[in-house]
């Protein structure tokens, strides 16, 4: 039989609508950290619910698209991968970009898709969004499995050479990027309970950004030049080189980009907290 609590064990959770403005809240979000694995385990299990080949969207997506893009971009367009073999270039700039487009996109309709949830019940909000960068980056190590099995057989091979000893980097890359395309998807979650055709906007937005950053192509193939320093400030293209460094062994590091790029994040990440924190106490009133 369980011990009755004691007064000193007594808690009480108040709920108030009046907030300062650089209240992030982040202490009652780890006080929810159960409920953020249950949506995790949702978001990841809703996906490829009701599909006819379930899971094994995680392998054919990434694969069929990299083979698209190899004969597009290689075979076609005759655009080179700096010696790398071209199915695994386009596989692991698929796997790294996927990862912080679907953070990105699908925080983007935080507000708009769980309504009738927020509506009925509290909890901390950004539960919601944390819990989406979980369920991708879980997504992402599974299709890094695949990664894997072509890296191995291009090493054995001699046709490719990883940096082993910077592998441990990739969880970092990871928290970055998820952080960013949080901090940016929650921005435009927020923006989108006023103004809708925002949404709409997002995915032909993502497309330009794809576009924008080394993932078809590497940083290499571009002359010295405006362009070049563009894509450069790209926040983006910093983290994705450095991945195709430790995983390809080719690849630009570019420290004072990588600065830059964290420094983003942080302010993106805080910036989009705040809002999102802002616009949860009133959104019902405009969704």
């Avoid at 392998?59 to 080179?80: D, E, Q, W, Y």
Wanted: hydrophobic share 50%; net charge positive; with cysteine.
């Amino acid at each position: 039989m369980s011990e009755p609590i004691t007064s000193n064990e007594q808690y009480h959770i108040h709920i108030s609508s009046e907030h300062k403005l650089l209240d992030l809240n982040l202490k009652e979000v780890w006080k929810y950290r159960d409920l953020i694995l249950l949506f995790t385990k949702r978001n990841f299990a809703v996906r490829y619910k009701q599909t006819i080949l379930g899971p094994a969207w995680l392998f054919l997506n990434p694969f069929i698209t990299s083979v698209m893009h190899t004969i597009v971009f290689g075979r076609i367009a005759k655009i080179g991968t700096d010696g790398i073999p071209q199915i695994l270039f386009h596989l692991t700039g698929s796997a790294f970009w996927s990862f912080f487009s679907s953070c990105l996109v699908g925080n983007a309709s935080t507000f708009t898709a769980n309504a009738r949830v927020f509506g009925k019940v509290y909890f901390p909000r950004l539960t919601t969004p944390i819990s989406n960068v979980l369920s991708n980056a879980i997504q992402f190590g599974i299709q890094m499995t695949m990664v894997l099995g072509f890296l191995i057989y291009f090493s054995i091979n001699k046709m490719v050479v990883p940096n082993w000893l910077y592998f441990f980097l990739i969880p970092f890359l990871l928290i970055q990027l998820g952080l960013m395309g949080m901090g940016v998807g929650i921005i435009i979650s927020s923006l989108t309970t006023k103004y809708r055709d925002l949404s709409v906007l997002v995915g032909f937005g993502m497309s330009l950004w794809m576009y924008g950053t080394p993932v078809v192509y590497p940083l290499s193939t571009i002359s010295d030049g405006l362009l070049k320093q563009l894509v450069m400030l790209n926040p983006v293209t910093a983290p994705i080189e450095l991945f195709r460094y430790i995983v390809l062994g080719r690849g630009a590091v570019m420290p004072e980009y990588l600065v830059y790029s964290r420094i983003f994040t942080i302010i993106v990440a805080l910036l989009g907290i705040i809002i999102f924190n802002k616009v949860e106490r009133t959104f019902m009133d405009t969704v």
